[in-house]
């Protein structure tokens, strides 16, 4: 794990209660046994994740690919948030100006209260009728009840839903890049678990260097964050951000 001077650093930044903002990806959630994106386990019955979700591969096989999203909501189900999840939702409570950037679309940030949460890649927990039917609201809403078909039909049109998650090649929601862009603008900016190559997520972490951020990645490999952030801490999320938590003297 990283060094403790390294934890120290951050947790004496935390400290002076800095405009904060913490951007996670697939990694912060691989503790609560959820599989990420490109590590081991990014692979369901031979197929590479990263090609399931996209809308092309939908509209191939709707059916496939819900089977695959249904996996994932019932192995999700069983998850339970961890350490990492943890902390980030007690910094939410105790820092005055904080805010969460999260590509995780398993909702487990919010499972552990996490105020402030901005869902850059949508929720698996969300729903949108493929075709945006006039009758349907024509935004994502909930759907956290077991599937009963695959692929479910949209309640409005009869024709088939789709996974409230962005897609490759798919716009981030402008309500989600606008709060994530204002947000980057910010003192301290921590960057955990992420591979930090899918664009734009990938991006904010300059826009938040440009605008004076201290910026600090926490991820056990590096990326090609790790040569421009101020200060790196090597190791797992849960383990470097408890120690950091620990060293901290902040009201909870
Ligand atoms: N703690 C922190 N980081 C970890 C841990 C851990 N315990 N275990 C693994 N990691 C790191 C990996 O080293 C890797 O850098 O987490 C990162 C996970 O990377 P990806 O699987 O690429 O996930 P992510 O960066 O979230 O992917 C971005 O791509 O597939 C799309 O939309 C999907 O939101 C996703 C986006």
Known sequence: MSDAGSVAVLAERLAAHPRTTVL???????????????????????????DMATPDAFARDPAGVWAWYDWRRQQLAMCAPNRAHEVIASWSR???????VTQNV????????????????????EVRCWENCDASPGSWWDDTAPLEAVPPPCPYCGGLLRPGVVWFGEAIPPDALE??????????????GTSAVVHPAASLVDVARDHGAFTVEVNPDETPASGSVDLVLRGPAEEVLDAVEALGDRPA
């Open 24 to 50: 996670t990806g697939a990694g912060v959630s691989v503790a609560s046994g959820v599989p990420s994106f490109r590590g081991m386990g990014g692979l369901w019955k031979g197929k590479r994740a990263t």
């Open 94 to 100: 105790s820092l005055d100006d904080f805010t969460l």
């Open 106 to 125: 398993d909702g487990l940030h919010e499972r552990a209260d996490t105020e402030n949460v901005v869902r850059f890649h949508g929720s698996i927990w």
């Open 179 to 192: 709060r994530s862009l204002a947000a980057a603008e910010c003192e301290l900016f921590i960057v955990a």
